[in-house]
């Protein structure tokens, strides 16, 4: 599978917290009928997949690919051609080609052969824009579907930099910056709701921009205040915090 729904519980009506790419790694926690309880070995992340979705790795070979990270895609769509059933499946942005050797990269028994270009990393900006006009998707993490955090994440994944998943673990990482006034290209901003609780986040691009996923991803006005959007001429979102990775 390219993408793999990651579940709060072992149902398919239960809510969608992130998703799994193509070639992720993750450890297993639990067996139950159908579903597998899994953390994710690229951010920690705990929730449940079907068990057809499962391709099993030996413990070496888990080993080896934890100590080295496998090369990602960069484009949108990456055709791979399945070999064991002759099928081609569409990789989003930041698949993990496991045990790549030249063009081809094994999973487990399974072969898949890379069709054209892997393509090759570009600035933050460039990452992030690429995704402009994605539409919002609770848990998403690809350009047919992301959420704030899933945006944040897999453009800095992109640019070889490991985020957590949720914006208020985001926001523990990295180093403050002193306001949004000195934040530079790439830094994070964090937005907080009423209760002071860490509920939103998005990418600084400098001269007063963020780039967010919010409705879908877009470009926003952003002050000391917060984020301002001039098609609803009023601000959204209240800034809490800036934070820095690189």
Sequence with gaps: MAVVPLRAEPSDRSEMVSQVLFGEAFEI?????????????????????????????????????LQTPAPVTYRAITQAWKIIDNTVIYLPAGSSLAFLEGTTSYIGDQRYDIIGEIGETDSIANNAKSFLNAPYLWGGRTHFGIDCSGFTQIVYKLSGINLKRDA???????????????????????????????????????????????GKVKIDSIDTQGIYSEELKRYTHRLKLVRRYF
Excluded: C, P
Aim: net charge negative; proline share 0%; hydrophobic share 45%.
């Design 29 to 65: 926690l639990e067996w139950k009928e159908k579903w597998v309880q899994i953390t994710t070995a690229f951010d920690g992340y705990t929730g449940w997949i079907d068990r057809l979705q499962v391709v099993m790795l030996g413990h070496l070979a888990y080993k080896r690919l």
């Design 168 to 214: 208020s673990m985001q926001a523990q990482e990295g180093t403050a910056v002193d306001s949004v006034l000195t934040a530079k290209l790439g830094d994070l901003a964090f937005f907080n709701n009423d209760e002071g609780r860490i509920t939103h986040v998005g990418i600084i691009l400098g001269a007063g921009k963020i780039i967010h996923a919010s």
